[in-house]
C-alpha cells in the first residue's frame, strides 16, 4: 500500500527539470525553484586580488602625466609673464622634437627611411600650416575679457585630463594602432583649444606659433613616447616618473607655495591614497554567478 502510494504521489507530483520555460512542466509555476538551484552558484570568480605595490606602481602613469600637464602650464606661465622669450620657446620645439625621435629610436621602434622622410615631410606641412594660421590665433580673443579665457583654459583642461586614456591604448603597440575612442579625441581636442586660448594673449605672432607648436608636441606625442619607454622597461619608466615628479615638484615650489602644496597633495592622493582606498574596499567586492546568467559566447576563429 505504501508503496502504491509512493507511485501514485510522484504521478501526481513529477520531479521538477530544469527547462527552458518553466510553465511546460505541469504541477510547477513559472518561477519555480527546488533545492538544487543554487548548486551550481559561483562567489567571487573574476574578483582580482589586488596588490598595493603593484596598484602604485600602474598609478604612476597618471601621476606622470600630470606633472606633464602641469609643466605646460607652468611654460604658458613663464612665456605670459614674459619670463622665456620666442627663441628660447623655438629651441625648446627643437629639443623635444629630437629628444621624440630620439626615444622612439633607442625603445626598438622600427623607423625605415621611408617612413623618417614621411614624418619629416608631415611634421613640414604641420608646421607650415600653423604659421600661417598664427596671426589668426592671435586675434581670435580680442573681444574676450582675460578672466573668461583663463577660467575656460582651466575647465578645458580638467576635461582632458579626466578624459585621457591613460592606458596608452591607442599608442601603436606592437606593429597594431587600435582606433582613438570618443573620449580620447574630445580629451585631445579640449587640449588644443585650451592652447589656443592661451596663445592669444600673447604679444606678437611669433610667440603665438612658438607656444602652440610646443603645446601640441606635448599633447599629441608625449603619450606615445612615454608608452615607448613603458614597453621597452618598465623599472626606466618608473624612474623617469619619479625624476618628473620631483622636477615638477621642485618648479612649482619656486613658483608659488600654494601650488606647490596643491601639486604635492595631488600626487599623493594619486600615488597613495587611491590605491590604498581600492585595496581596502576589495574585501566587500561581492560578485555572484551562476545558470541563471547569461550565456557568454566564445568563438575559437583559427586562421
Not at 8 to 26: I, T
Not at 210 to 228: E, G, K, M, W, Y
Request: proline share 2%; net charge neutral; glycine share 4%.
Amino acid at each position: 500500500m505504501e508503496i502504491g502510494g509512493e507511485e501514485n504521489s510522484l504521478l501526481m507530483h513529477p520531479k521538477w527539470r530544469k527547462v527552458a520555460y518553466g510553465g511546460m512542466q505541469r504541477g510547477f509555476n513559472d518561477n519555480h525553484t527546488d533545492d538544487s538551484f543554487l548548486e551550481d552558484m559561483v562567489t567571487n570568480a573574476n574578483v582580482v586580488q589586488r596588490d598595493l605595490v603593484k596598484v602604485m606602481q600602474d598609478s604612476i602613469s597618471i601621476s606622470q602625466y600630470l606633472c606633464i600637464v602641469a609643466l605646460v602650464v607652468l611654460v604658458w606661465s613663464y612665456t605670459l609673464g614674459s619670463n622665456i622669450n620666442c627663441n628660447s620657446l623655438l629651441l625648446l620645439d627643437l629639443l623635444l622634437l629630437g629628444l621624440g625621435f630620439l626615444v622612439l629610436l633607442l625603445t626598438g621602434e622600427m623607423i625605415s627611411l621611408n617612413l623618417l622622410l614621411h614624418y619629416i615631410l608631415n611634421i613640414t606641412y604641420f608646421v607650415t600650416g600653423l604659421y600661417a594660421l598664427s596671426p589668426i590665433y592671435h586675434t581670435l580673443t580680442r573681444s574676450i575679457s582675460s578672466d573668461s579665457i583663463w577660467a575656460l583654459t582651466v575647465l578645458l583642461l580638467l576635461v582632458h585630463l579626466f578624459l585621457h586614456d591613460y592606458t596608452g591604448c591607442t599608442v601603436k603597440v606592437q606593429g597594431s594602432r587600435k582606433n582613438p575612442t570618443l573620449r580620447s579625441n574630445i580629451s585631445l581636442n579640449t587640449s588644443i583649444i585650451a592652447s589656443v586660448l592661451i596663445a592669444s594673449r600673447l604679444p606678437s605672432r611669433h610667440h603665438v606659433f612658438a607656444i602652440v607648436l610646443f603645446s601640441l608636441q606635448v599633447f599629441l606625442f608625449a603619450p606615445l613616447v612615454t608608452s615607448c619607454i613603458k614597453r621597452h622597461s618598465f623599472r626606466l619608466h618608473t624612474w623617469l616618473s619619479v625624476g618628473l615628479m620631483l622636477a615638477t615638484l621642485v618648479l612649482f615650489f619656486q613658483l608659488n607655495w600654494f601650488l606647490f602644496c596643491l601639486l604635492f597633495s595631488l600626487l599623493v592622493f594619486v600615488t597613495v591614497v587611491c590605491p590604498y582606498w581600492l585595496i581596502k574596499i576589495q574585501k566587500y567586492k561581492f560578485e555572484i554567478n551562476g545558470p541563471w546568467d547569461e550565456a557568454k559566447l566564445c568563438f575559437d576563429i583559427r586562421d
